[in-house]
């Protein structure tokens, strides 16, 4: 164990960061030898800056969760007892993988421990299964390579860097919505220390109603200390070389644009997967459309139906075969990796079922009055997904906790900001953009998959009628309300 002795011990510290007494008796019982630390987890607070930052700093800034102690455990045993050791206390607690949510629940958690699973990152692969275990903090660029290695790929979310884990417990959504379903459905079993410590495993043989619940609402149930997934052939995507197509749609076309997305309803092709993105362009000091869509089958095929964006005349074109390792980080021109750059975003999501060109263009005509009367704001954007649904619906609505799949698409406005007027603007732009989507969405009042929630939405705008079985299952499993910080589900 690599403890902070020093930091640790001198009252300074204590006195002038922390008033409660709880944080000390923690730290007491944390640094008691009885608890055999695994030589590489690492105990860390706030006064180690270099190291405390690395266990805890964010993707986003904004609404950031507040630490005074962090545990990096190295063993699934070590974060078992980080979690007991904290239930003990009554001193609240929350497990990050890839630190890449944004919900704005997250700042509830203040001077908590945060128990970083980044040392929990294992890629282990069975090819007789087939199936993967990735340790509860592995991120998605790092289980791509080894998959691609032992000719495997697994669905995965559309950038390098959220944790595999932490998306998977929302649901899991992506580019291969059509083929494979959503990453829970790929998902078999999962190692889980749940609010009492008790690390169990969780399947459809095991703890099958604890399984039910991970499986959309993972983060208000316990620490997934692993996970394990059936994977599948590369031959079953073209031997693993991806057809992806990036785009710069001008202002002028977006109409076009958009009626072609809302031609997909009904319509799209198992094997697409779709990302346009309304972003403002600096040097033509124009609103415009960066495009990605992504075909996973036979190359020629894909490339006639991409033609259809020719007539658009976009700004800029790429369209290109891509090792399936390699996708998430060339998708969209490189922005799958330049995203992954720490950002101060505020975000607002929401699901829909049914697309309307019309919606979109009066977002856009929003979004674009936004960037040119708040030049600060610029670096804002709104996401649509459209990814083809045929996998996702072969499952029942109640046969996981994620509860929207006739969704066909996902929006997410995110803002950022660099003055307060826009701060509060662009908050305001939010919630208008989102409620325009909602009216043209087609489902009965807003449903939004719980990753891109805002933090404000009600309990049945995110679990729908899958609400009243998770707060049983809530009550049963975490009757303290101990996983609480994301989303929190028990709040009525
Ligand atoms: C750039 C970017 C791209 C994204 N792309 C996609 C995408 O393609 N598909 C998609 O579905 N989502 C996507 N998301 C959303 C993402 O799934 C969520 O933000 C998710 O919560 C991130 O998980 P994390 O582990 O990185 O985050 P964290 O902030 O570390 O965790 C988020 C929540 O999950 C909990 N959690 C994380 N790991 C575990 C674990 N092992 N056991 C128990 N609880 C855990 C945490 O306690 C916390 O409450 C994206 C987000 C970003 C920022
Ligand atoms: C910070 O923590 C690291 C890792 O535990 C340790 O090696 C280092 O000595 C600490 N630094 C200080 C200033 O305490
Ligand atoms: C791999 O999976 C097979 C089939 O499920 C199983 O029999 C075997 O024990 C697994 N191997 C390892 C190393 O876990
Ligand atoms: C988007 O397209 C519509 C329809 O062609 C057009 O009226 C509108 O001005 C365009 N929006 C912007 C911001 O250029
Ligand atoms: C913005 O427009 C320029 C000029 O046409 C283009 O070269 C560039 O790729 C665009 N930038 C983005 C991020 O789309
Ligand atoms: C779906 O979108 C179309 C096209 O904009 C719109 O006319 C229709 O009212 C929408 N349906 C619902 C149920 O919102």
């Not at 007491?28 to 930052?53: E, H, K, M, R, Y």
């Amino acid at each position: 164990m690599k403890f902070l002795q020093a930091a640790a011990l001198t009252g300074i510290w204590l006195s002038s960061t922390l008033v409660h007494a709880a944080p000390r008796d923690i730290l007491a019982a944390f640094s008691s030898p009885s608890n055999n630390w695994d030589a590489g987890t690492t105990i860390t607070l706030p006064d180690n800056a270099t190291v405390f930052q690395t266990a805890t700093v964010r993707w986003n800034s904004n609404d950031a969760p507040g630490f005074a102690i962090a545990i990096t455990p190295a063993t699934e045993e070590d974060a078992a007892k980080a979690v007991t050791i904290a239930k003990n206390f009554n001193f609240p607690f929350l497990a990050t993988g890839g630190r890449h949510s944004s919900s704005i629940t997250l700042a509830t958690i203040r001077d908590g421990l945060a128990i970083d699973l980044s040392a929990l990152n294992s890629v282990r692969i069975n090819t007789t299964a087939p199936s993967v275990t990735v340790g509860g903090g592995t991120r998605f660029r790092q289980v791509v390579d080894p998959l691609y290695n032992a000719g495997f790929y697994l669905p995965i979310g559309s950038c390098p860097c959220p944790g595999m884990v932490g998306a998977t417990i929302g649901g899991g959504i992506g580019r291969y919505q059509g083929l494979d379903g959503l990453i829970i459905d790929n998902l078999l079993s999962v190692r889980i220390v749940t609010a009492d410590g008790r690390l169990i495993t969780a399947s459809k043989d095991s703890n099958a109603d604890l399984f039910w619940a991970v499986r959309g609402a993972g983060a208000n149930f316990g620490v997934i200390v692993s996970a394990t997934y059936r994977i599948h052939p590369l031959s079953r995507i073209n031997n693993g070389q991806i057809l992806s197509g990036d785009f710069v749609i001008p202002a002028a076309s977006n109409g076009s644009y958009y009626d072609i997305l809302a031609s997909l309803q009904g319509t799209i092709p198992v094997e697409l997967g779709t990302i346009s993105i309304a972003i403002w362009n600096e040097t033509l000091s124009e609103a415009t459309i960066l495009v990605n869509w992504v075909w996973l089958g036979n190359e020629q095929q894909g490339r006639r139906f991409f033609s259809r964006l020719n007539a658009l005349n976009p700004i800029q074109t790429n369209i290109y075969t891509v090792p399936w390792n390699r996708l998430t980080a060339a998708a969209a021109f490189g922005l799958g990796t330049a995203i992954c750059e720490p950002v101060r975003y505020n975000g607002y999501g929401l699901n829909f079922r049914n697309l309307s060109s019309s919606t979109y263009q009066e977002v856009f005509g929003i979004m674009d009055e936004f960037w040119r009367r708040y030049p600060d704001g610029r670096t804002s954007s709104v996401e649509i997904e459209i990814f083809a649904p045929h996998a996702v619906r072969r499952v029942a609505n109640d046969a996981t906790a994620y509860p929207w799949r006739d969704t066909l698409g996902y929006t997410l406005y995110s803002f950022a900001w660099a003055t307060a007027e826009t701060e509060r603007v662009g908050e305001r732009y939010g919630i208008r953009v989102r409620d325009a989507f909602a009216r043209t969405a087609g489902f009965n009042g807003p449903a939004v998959y719980v990753s891109y929630a805002h933090g404000d939405e009600t309990l049945e705008q995110m679990y729908g009628s899958n609400t009243r079985r998770l707060l049983q299952l809530k009550q049963k499993w975490d009757p303290q309300n101990r996983f609480r910080f994301f989303n929190n589900i028990a709040r009525r």
